[in-house]
């Protein structure tokens, strides 16, 4: 929205929408992105195999997702997961994404510089999302990565209201001290998808995504 301060952003960096760059909005309702340049992939939830929970259930497990009432700035529909992350010391998450095209590939995202979604967190539920975009050389996929997933991301901190988030390609990091290979920058050219995951064991999950676009057009 024109005027609306963004939750990360400098005034050295300035990612303008663009056309053709709204991946979904979810004001169709149905659980794929929005058919336009090139990307025609779906909604979907994942968890892990340790107890964790999810709603809409992940499809891994037979599940099909489907948009929620109650859009950012009064508009229809968003995305949202629900569940819990399951206790313990292990690796643990719930979360929700998106595939750029289906059949899943590589999509090639080198026209724009960044990302920019509208997020919330429900009552109750934990703030801290880790943003992953998993590119060419995280994703399995990719056929490239021997210890895989560690994305190029970064973490949100949500609030009760929505909030705007814009993050340049350029600013994402894979996290510290493990994934391999370990590149120094996300390779837009071949991107996957986008995913927001929360991780920490135990805690509750209510998080919604909306108006999710590619900015900053070359």
Same mark, same amino acid.
């Given at each position: 929205?024109?005027?609306?301060?963004?939750?990360?952003?400098?005034?050295?960096?300035? $990612?303008? @929408?663009?056309?053709?760059?709204?991946?979904?909005?979810?004001?169709?309702?149905?659980?794929?992105?929005?058919?336009?340049? #090139?990307?025609?992939?779906?909604?979907?939830?994942?968890?892990?195999?340790?107890?964790?929970?999810?709603?809409?259930?992940?499809?891994?497990?037979?599940?099909?997702?489907?948009?929620?009432?109650?859009?950012?700035? #009064?508009?229809?529909?968003?995305?949202?997961?629900?569940?819990?992350?399951?206790?313990?010391?292990?690796?643990?998450? #719930?979360?929700?994404?998106?595939?750029?095209?289906?059949?899943?590939?590589?999509?090639?995202?080198?026209?724009?510089?960044?990302?920019?979604?509208?997020?919330?967190?429900?009552?109750?539920?934990?703030?801290?999302?880790?943003?992953?975009?998993?590119?060419?050389?995280?994703?399995?996929?990719? #056929?490239?990565?021997?210890?895989?997933?560690?994305?190029?991301?970064?973490?949100?901190?949500?609030?009760? @209201?929505?909030?705007?988030?814009?993050?340049?390609?350029?600013?994402?990091?894979? $996290?510290?001290?493990?994934?391999?290979?370990?590149?120094?920058?996300?390779?837009?050219?071949? $991107?996957?998808?986008?995913?927001?995951?929360?991780?920490?064991?135990?805690?509750?999950?209510?998080?919604?995504?909306?108006?999710?676009?590619?900015?900053?057009?070359?």
């Amino acid at each position: 929205m024109p005027g609306q301060k963004p939750a990360f952003g400098t005034d050295s960096v300035v $990612l303008d @929408s663009c056309n053709e760059g709204l991946i979904d909005n979810g004001e169709d309702g149905n659980n794929q992105v929005l058919v336009r340049d #090139g990307r025609n992939g779906y909604w979907y939830t994942y968890v892990d195999e340790a107890g964790s929970t999810v709603i809409p259930e992940a499809g891994s497990r037979g599940g099909t997702f489907s948009m929620s009432p109650g859009g950012a700035h #009064g508009s229809k529909y968003a995305a949202n997961v629900q569940g819990r992350v399951a206790g313990g010391s292990g690796v643990v998450f #719930g979360a929700v994404g998106m595939n750029f095209v289906d059949p899943k590939g590589p999509y090639d995202a080198s026209r724009y510089n960044g990302l920019a979604f509208w997020a919330r967190k429900g009552a109750g539920s934990m703030g801290k999302v880790r943003l992953k975009v998993p590119d060419v050389s995280t994703d399995p996929e990719g #056929g490239v990565c021997r210890e895989c997933f560690n994305d190029f991301g970064m973490d949100l901190n949500l609030t009760e @209201s929505w909030q705007r988030f814009v993050f340049p390609f350029k600013k994402m990091k894979q $996290l510290p001290d493990w994934g391999s290979p370990r590149r120094h920058s996300i390779d837009k050219s071949k $991107l996957y998808g986008i995913q927001w995951q929360v991780n920490t064991p135990g805690a509750a999950i209510d998080v919604w995504i909306d108006d999710v676009e590619f900015v900053g057009c070359q």
